[in-house]
């Protein structure tokens, strides 16, 4: 059969390196890319298992040996060009240079020199990816894809042209991408499934890995790290029902509280949130919309000043500022906050955490059980997330509980023995001199 992108590349570009390189993949990979024939396969690997590398070899080792389009399909259009093309670690330290003939950033393609290309694409609209008919598809984390991606745009393509398909994702729940990873492991013959969690591969050192699991949500750990199908899709808080048992409270002399605060945005609510540091009760909370924020800035102050000069933890961020400012002014404690990304997150991973260890208590409000019912995260390829409510739901009153929480300390009360009394000592010193513990002498009694 003569070789399609001709024998003169073959020979003094393909056939002259190893690509891929044995030596440089681990036997996770070697499997998926070398020793398993099928054309579909569902890749459930853990967070930092090389999922996204893996793949770009399978597309270029494919574009060498078959001419036409193939895509590397991701969430989000902005995930494809930072996670890929922009990192120097990825696309362009994978693919080997002898096989480029030119780059397209704007269009984010890699054209080769057989006539094959390879692009880079956002299922944010999946209109976008009707067209031309790829005979290749990864799509990478497919668990936060519409399922329309697959069966109304790539399926009937490759169905088509007998093209392949790689979905490979860490599971989001029991969604699409668990019934796709079911559907396959029931037809053998065009699909396989492989499985891997970070306490089997190795990649993650031991003591890396057991920090992750002391710093991070239970329910995220298993199922980013041990790629576990939990029922909850995308489930940050766990446990929550469990501590909603404080009622509110009117402030007590002597006592400390702490305010978090969430500035209403647009649509959004502005939502009040108070602790009282002595046992991380939560003892008030209210929830508005559509007020003026002079109003708004009345109500903060009187509520403060009404839990003993609270201490005020409030979003600055955006039109927070000036409001910050207004209260500083008005004799407020403020601490301002301004809501990073990163500090979003690990505000949410201490909330999170707490509400598991039941460190806290909260106030039994049916808008707050939905609210934490439907805060969700995406975790993009790079490894960093993104928490927020899931569609177009409010998340005002899980940042507003995360702002307080943020600033609480753990209480612990320590188990303090009560004075001896005189006949007391002489019992425990008779029972001493008889060899016996207090406990065993009770359960001697109660055994007559």
Sequence with gaps: MANPFGSTYWRDTVSSLQFPDPTR??????QVLLEDPQRFKVICWHRRARKTTTAIIEETKQAQMRVGAYWHVFPT????KDAVWRDPAMLFNIIPKEFIEKKNEA????????GSYLQLKGADAPERLLGAGPV??????????????????????????????????????????WEMYQQAKANPIEWNTYWLSAETSNIIAP???EAARL?????????????????????????????????PCPPKTGHYYIMGVDLAKVKDYTVITIYDTSNNNQVYQDRFNKLEYPY????????????NNALVQIDATGLGDPITDDLLRAGVIVDPIKITEPLKKEMVEKLSIWIEQRKIRMINIEQTAFEFDNFSYQMGPTGRIRYGALGELHDDIVIANALAVYKLTAVYRPVVESEQTPIRKYYLDQLKGYGQTEEAAWSDWESE
Aim: net charge positive; glycine share 6%; aromatic share 12%.
């Design 25 to 30: 993949i681990m036997p996770h990979q070697r």
């Design 215 to 247: 710093s991070m949500p239970e329910s995220l750990y298993n199922q980013e790290l041990l790629c576990t199908w939990l029922e909850g899709e995308g489930s940050v808080f766990r446990g929550v029902r469990d501590i909603l048992t404080a009622n």
């Design 296 to 307: 708004q800035k009345k109500k903060i102050i009187m509520i403060a000043k009404h839990y």
């Design 107 to 114: 269009e984010l393609i890699v054209y080769f020199k057989n």
């Design 207 to 209: 003591d890396q890995l």
């Design 77 to 80: 259009y902005a995930e494809a």
């Design 136 to 177: 290749g598809v990864v799509l990478d984390e497919y668990a936060m894809m519409k399922r329309e991606t697959w069966d109304r745009i790539v399926q009937p393509i490759l169905r088509q042209n007998g093209g392949w398909c790689w979905f490979i994702s860490t599971p989001k729940g029991k969604n699409h991408f």
